[in-house]
């Protein structure tokens, strides 16, 4: 059974605060893991993804990935309001091309 | 990202009848797209993965049945919710995968369908 885990909070930050999400995974044959964020009644839309060890960047937006721990986090500098959201983790296995969501991370910036 | 449409993007049926929802791929080819659904406060699940040409692929416990899906053309997926009931009633989004040299497999997707069952 593929499980992707994450503390599904509610977090919530001071505006201008770093944010931290978190998540697990099971199955080590996992390839990449994307970071969505779903604002309410939304869809999720891709923030990023990352396949290798190590860190990956991309404007206000840092995805950390550690294959050995089964770790994958997400890091959001300077949150802002508009960053209140529902953020999930999502891994990719096998050769279907599947994603096997985490239950998300509600995030809460205080203005 | 790629573009992905939904249509409806709301409906409201009576119990009994049947509902068929689309999704279109806007830029690009999609040959492989996927249903989820997603109640409330809860995650994506995923239903089936819709392949052009082809059967449909389920995921367990989702009936085949009773959640038709047809992937008549390159650019189109409908999904059609048969003798729908309020238990049925949910989020139903659809998504496409990334293309391209630089596609990792992500998935885009749709605006989603919100569908309620009285």
């Known amino acids: 059974q593929k499980e992707v885990e994450q503390n599904s909070g509610p977090l919530s930050v001071p505006e201008g605060a770093i944010a931290s999400l978190n998540c697990t995974y099971s199955d080590r044959g996992s390839q990449s893991f994307f970071w969505y964020r779903q604002y309410s009644g939304k869809s999720p839309e891709l923030i990023m993804f990352i396949y290798s060890n190590g860190d990956k960047e991309d404007g206000r937006f840092t995805a950390q990935l550690n294959k050995a721990s089964q770790y994958v986090s997400l890091l959001i500098r300077d949150s802002q309001p508009s960053d209140s959201a529902t953020y999930l983790c999502a891994a990719l296995s096998g050769s279907a091309r599947q994603l096997t969501f985490g239950s998300g991370t509600q995030l809460t910036v205080l203005p | 990202g790629a573009v992905v449409s939904q249509h409806p993007s709301w409906v409201i049926c009576k119990s009994g009848t049947s509902v068929k929802i689309e999704c279109r791929s806007l830029?690009?080819?999609?040959?492989?797209m996927f249903w989820y659904r997603q109640f409330p406060k809860q995650s994506l699940m995923l239903m089936a993965t819709s392949n052009e040409g082809s059967k449909a692929t389920y995921e367990q416990g989702v009936e085949k049945d009773k959640f038709l899906i047809n992937h008549a053309s390159l650019t189109l997926s409908t999904l059609t919710v048969t003798s729908a009931h309020p238990e049925d009633s949910s989020f139903y989004i659809c998504?496409?995968?990334?293309?391209?040299?630089?596609?990792?497999?992500?998935?885009?997707f749709g605006p989603g369908t919100r569908l309620t069952v009285l």
């Open positions: 830029d690009f080819q999609a040959t492989t």
């Open positions: 998504s496409k995968l990334g293309a391209g040299a630089n596609s990792y497999n992500e998935q885009f």
